[in-house]
Each structure stands twice: as C-alpha cells, then as structure tokens.
C-alpha cells in the first residue's frame, strides 16, 4: 500500500508562511489526485486543496490566492505553500492521494501534521 507522509507543521505567527510536504512511498504520477484537508478542533475535516488526475486545481474559499498546491511526481512529493495565515487555518492537515474516483479501492491518507497560526 501506499504510504504518505506529512511534514512542515509548526507554530508561526499570523501573516508567516509555511510550506508543507507531503512524500508519498512510491512515485506518483499524473493519473493521482491528491489533495489536502484540515480538521480544527471542533469542527469537521475540510478540503483544503485538490490537484485532480490531469492537473486541474481547486481551493477551499476560505484559502483562495494564500494557498497553492504542486506536486512533483519524479520526486513522489506534494507540497502546499501556505501564505498569509490567519488563526482560522489552525488544525492538523492531512494529505490524500486517490486513484480513481470517489469510492476508489485506493484511497491513502497520511498521518497528519500540525499546524498552528498565532501570535
């Protein structure tokens, strides 16, 4: 099975960056979605960023022109360049990688790493 894991959480402070990773145990190509979702306390995990089989992107409104998901699929790594944070993007993230639809047989999540927005 596939295994991904997260990295680059940590505590900055409101307006700071973060990038994170997300390695993956075997090469990914473009035939995979992946993405990342967040869970804040209390409240249900989210999407936070997708990149489709094929390349098609999408964003949570909430992180629309601060977030930016790649992947480089030669090195098996997905990243999400996070700008401009505010506290409300406090929560674990959790990188997804998907082959097939939704309901896929192969459907992999990484462990989580926290990430945490204040002053």
């Known amino acids: 099975q596939v295994q991904l894991v997260e990295s680059g959480g940590g505590l900055v402070q409101p307006g700071g960056s973060l990038r994170l990773s997300c390695a993956a145990s075997?090469?990914?190509?473009?035939?995979?979605?992946m993405g990342w979702y967040r869970q804040a306390p209390g409240k249900q995990r989210e999407l936070v960023a997708i990149?489709?089989?094929?390349?098609?992107?999408d964003y949570a409104e909430s992180v629309k022109g601060r977030f930016t998901v790649s992947r480089d699929n030669a090195k098996s790594t997905m990243y999400l360049q996070m700008n401009s944070l505010k506290p409300e993007d406090t929560a674990v993230y959790y990188c997804?990688?998907?082959?097939?639809?939704?309901?896929?047989?192969?459907?992999?999540w990484g462990q989580g790493t926290q990430v945490t927005v204040s002053s």
């Open positions: 997804n990688a998907r082959l097939g639809g939704l309901g896929s047989k192969f459907d992999y």
């Open positions: 075997e090469r990914m190509s473009s035939v995979w979605t």
């Open positions: 990149m489709m089989a094929g390349g098609p992107t």
